[in-house]
């Protein structure tokens, strides 16, 4: 029943949880601390709480197209998000359909080939990741792999899994953003700003996404297929379409930090 629905590409009502009124322990185990929800029977998202409650990083995606319209109404709504001197120095390239089909069978060898990837052009962790970040990332990464039961020493099962963000997860879109190379740390933030705004409207629309770094990892095998020009840097790729409620890996719930560690309030 699974393996037609997914075939047909439909989805069935299903629970997704939001922010409501009154507190409530979460059912989804020791990932997800103690927040207000309620249970909605719809997954989209109709306020910007919701949208970010409910935006999380999917990786396992339904063969269902997504509307080449609506990404281009979303893409330029998105672009009201903030950025320094409003230089807008996002730059953006949205594959999908056939292309799509290209670009996944392209990485697919590309991947084989060299699967320690191609080039780095910029660090996506610093070289030495010290407390507490390297304590989140270890944490994450320990989350999503017990959901998959692949333990630890398990070194090529966890990378064979890993390799499947080079298919987008099964996503029928792409996304990648790319940078103008002279720009400098407040640009990159700029581009975060939009790609959030972006994430934020693709819940609210009823889609999901995963952010997807790794493709920094063949910059020389995204430029030459959508054309980036030279001067311009891969920052990240991101997977768009809608989520398969029957991928297991879908079920993490990242952790967060406290507020506390987080945030100093002053004169509050
Ligand atoms: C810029 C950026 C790049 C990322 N790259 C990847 C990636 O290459 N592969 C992946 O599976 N997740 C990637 N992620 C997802 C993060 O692991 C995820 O955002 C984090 O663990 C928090 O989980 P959440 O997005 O579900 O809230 C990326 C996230 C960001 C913001």
Known sequence: MTANRRSRGERQPRPCFIYREGPKQCALGPSVATIN???????????????????RSVRGFLDKP????????????????????NLQPWHLHVVGGERMKALKALAWERVAARPGGEDTEYDVYPKNLVAPYRDRRFQVGE??????????????ARLQWFARNFQFFGAPVALFCYVDRRMGP??????GMYLQSLMLLLREAGLHSCPQEC????????????????????FTGMAIGYEDPDEPVNQLRSRRAPLDEIAHFHGL
């Open 37 to 55: 929800l309620e249970m909605v029977m719809n997954d989209t998202a109709n306020s910007v709480s919701e949208a970010l409650a409910t935006r």
């Open 66 to 85: 997504v509307d080449g319209a609506l990404l281009r109404d979303l893409l330029e709504k998105a672009a009201r998000a903030p950025s320094g001197g």
């Open 143 to 156: 989350d999503m792999y017990g959901l998959l039961g692949i333990p630890r020493e398990s070194k090529a």
């Open 186 to 191: 407040p640009q990159w933030s700029d581009l």
């Open 215 to 234: 493709w920094s990892l063949y910059p020389r095998t995204i430029a030459e297929f959508v054309g980036a020009p030279n001067e311009q840097m891969l």
